[in-house]
């Protein structure tokens, strides 16, 4: 196993010159050249206002507009930008609304001090591969995109391609080495299957804040035989209980679904559903369909299991698998205003299917555009497509969420597997002038793969 950490560059200088720093880095050089340029418009007018005025205008902007304006007024500034708790709270409310709940724990640390951690993470254009000891255990290799995903200190996998269809489930504690032990499924579950979906219902505006220690994940479709023949069309709901220093699990509820293979299927939680949706809905989307490349979307609505099928029109992206979908937070446009909001990102894929050689072999990689679902809220949806300055990994690929930011990371995929590591960023200016960089390796990487597996810690 091999694990990456995302790194963003370090200086020796103040805190506050570098998130300037920081921030500048991250931004266009034209929008640098018209913050040093608009400054010295502005410095007149800043220098009129009162204290108390300035604290007010400040509460309203990011703390990326208001490091702009250091020159003109940084006596002000640095004194009410260095006091522990000063506008720093604001700033993380308003530009990490509801995000790295694992930052923010950190009693002991002051607010700009998580705001530096948040930004340099969410700029990052640097990784770093160390690799992880794994004793021996029962997992076996693995391929057809086995589920990962971390929670409560633990690491697990599930299901994928290993001695054919699987539906077993492994867990290891966060720690070196890492020992994968198999955790016993109690209950009846879907069929095992390959290349299906494995989604954990979180709240992406709450990370880390559930500590019960009980969670609940999904598994949807995926390939029932060999050769990539029968779509499943059960979904299960499973049960982890984390608490008391052992790992339990059950099966909930099985149900059916339009069978489907290579898709994704991504979580909108209650709090971004909106009130007809008080339980949040599981939105599924692509994949193959009989055989064939689909761009179908299905809606589970959680609070009664009922699937609803979404018809986008022309407007929907053309028919692809094996792509990635990431909930994510972005700034879009709205009647000359901008506002925050959340959407899915899609990203990559490919044009494999029965008729070409299937999902790893046939058709082509996608990679030339970024699509984007917005209007989560209500299922009010709208698609917004735009090229990708970047082309993110094709078919296959791993796609993350780093924490508490709105930046995705991409690893692996296409045909052939491409060894790099890309990101995108949205939020800084909203999602039609996103950051899309690939990011530096700074130590050797795993062999190039795809149709493997990954997750943020």
Sequence with gaps: AMACRFCARRRKASDIEVLRQDIQQGKSEGEVALATAGSHTRSSGLRDLSEEVLSSVFRCLRATEVLTSLEPCSKFLQSILGEPDSLWTAFLAQEFPGEGRSLQSCADKAPKWLYRQLIQRRLCDTVEWRQVPLPRSNLGAREGSPGVFYKHGYVFMFGGWGFGPMRDLHVAALQTPMHFQEVMVQGSGPAPTYEAKTTVLEDAKELDGDNSGVFRVIVTGGWRHGGYYEESGMY???????????????????????????????????????HLYPDGYLLVFGGCVNGTNSNAMSLLDFSNYHWTEIDMGASSPEPQNSHSATLVSCTVSSNGSKKLEYAILILGGGGGDASNGGPPRGGRDFVASEYWLCGLEGAQFRWEAHQSSVGPGGRGHVAVRLSGTDTVVMMGGGRPPLQRTCAVTTGISGITGNRARVLECKTKGPAARAFGGGCAL
Excluded at 244 to 260: E, I
């Design 236 to 274: 299960g709901i499973m049960e982890i209980d984390c608490r008391d220093g052992a790992v339990k699990a059950r099966w909930v509820r099985t149900g059916s679904q339009m069978p489907r293979a290579n898709h994704s299927a991504t979580y909108v939680p209650p709090s971004i559903a909106g």
